[in-house]
Nanobody
Framework: VQLQASGGGLAQAGGSLRLSCTTS????????MGWFRQGPGKQRELVAE??????NYADSVKGRFTASRDIARNTVYLQMNSLKPEDTAVYYC??????????WGQGTQVTVSS
């Protein structure tokens, strides 16, 4: 199983970026998909989690980030609006296939300048 993340880059505070994560398997049967991030000197944190019934967000991104999935394209997205410098991190997509978050993408760097 391969996950290819893309869409990271440099943005100014208040700007937007959209991350994509394309998988090598069908995501139609995947019960849990997530976006994580790890900022400089910080622990990895769960940013958004998509389940079959709901999408949940970390308090720090609620109202600014939107996670979604396109089953036909086997792709998961993270739309990030109103970016802040503290959103600077490497962002990872992950799937729970046969266990809790057992498949991970390679990460994409997001840098937000003030």
């Amino acid at each position: 199983v391969q996950l290819q993340a893309s869409g990271g880059g440099l943005a100014q505070a208040g700007g937007s970026l959209r991350l994509s994560c394309t998988t090598s398997i069908s995501i139609s049967g995947i019960k849990v998909m997530g976006w994580f991030r790890q900022g400089p000197g910080k622990q990895r944190e769960l940013v958004a989690e998509i389940t079959r019934f709901a999408t949940n967000y970390a308090d720090s991104v609620k109202g600014r980030f939107t996670a979604s999935r396109d089953i036909a394209r086997n792709t998961v997205y993270l739309q990030m609006n109103s970016l802040k410098p503290e959103d600077t991190a490497v962002y990872y997509c992950a799937l729970a296939t046969s266990g809790p978050y057992d498949r991970w993408g390679q990460g994409t760097q997001v840098t937000v300048s003030s």
